[in-house]
């Protein structure tokens, strides 16, 4: 069965960077991608990005272009997520999600199951 | 970047009602690239709807999805008691994906 597991919570002082994995199992990793999408405690979903297992292109939003880095792993099947420089507003819960494998438009079937990130001081 | 509005914020019926929540895009999106997910607390989304209107694998068919251009809307025929959660809507058509801010769903 398809699963994706997360590496467990982080704590990081502002100004930090934190590093998440996604490790994944139960089909070809290159066939699909991994979006990474985030939610703020009682918030709504935030996209992030999107990484190719296929190749390793990425798509990222603006708001996180200049902070976030995706990577792959293909002979893990594992997928990463570092965002720097980070701040109070960070603080959320991460999540990765199976998608599409050559272009990022395609819904996301499978989930992980969150990683907490908390910035404080 | 397409911005999706959902309503109502909060829907409160009670077990067997209908269940009908609005997604508004602009600019319009295709009905091709076009979800609705479901998320209970402490648990992340689940896949409902893709496409704007096929169930995802596993789904009930009491859950139903339409809509096309501006206007998409997700139907739950009849509440179980399983259904009381937030409900998101979702373009991945455009080059930044993008959800609606939710709706809750819960019980009256």
């Known amino acids: 069965q398809v699963q994706l597991v997360q590496s467990g919570a982080e704590v990081k002082t502002p100004g930090a960077s934190v590093k998440v994995s996604c490790k994944t199992s139960g089909y070809t990793f290159t066939k699909y991608g991994i979006n990474w999408v985030r939610q703020a405690p009682g918030q709504g979903l935030e996209w992030m990005g999107w990484i190719s297992g296929y190749n390793g292109n990425t798509k990222y939003a603006q708001k996180f272009q200049d902070r976030v880095t995706m990577t792959t792993d293909t002979s893990t099947s594992t997928s990463y997520m570092e965002l720097k420089s980070l701040i109070s507003d960070d603080t959320a819960v991460y999540y990765c999600?199976?998608?599409?494998?050559?272009?990022?438009?395609?819904?996301?079937?499978?989930w992980g199951q969150g990683t907490l990130v908390t910035v404080s001081s | 970047e397409i911005v999706l509005t959902q309503s109502p914020d909060t829907l409160s019926l009670s077990p067997g009602e209908r269940a009908t929540l609005s997604c508004r895009a602009s600019?319009?999106?295709?009905?091709?690239?076009f979800a609705w997910y479901q998320q209970k607390p402490g648990q992340p989304p689940r896949l409902l709807i893709y496409?704007?209107?096929t169930r995802a694998t596993g789904i009930p068919d009491r859950f139903s999805g339409s809509g096309s251009g501006t206007d998409f809307t997700l139907t739950i025929s009849r509440l179980e008691p399983e259904d009381f959660a937030v409900y998101y809507c979702q373009q991945y058509g455009s080059s930044s994906l993008t959800f609606g801010g939710g709706t809750k769903v819960e019980i009256k």
């Open positions: 496409g704007a209107s």
């Open positions: 600019p319009s999106v295709s009905s091709v690239y």
């Open positions: 999600a199976r998608g599409g494998g050559v272009v990022p438009t395609v819904h996301f079937d499978y």
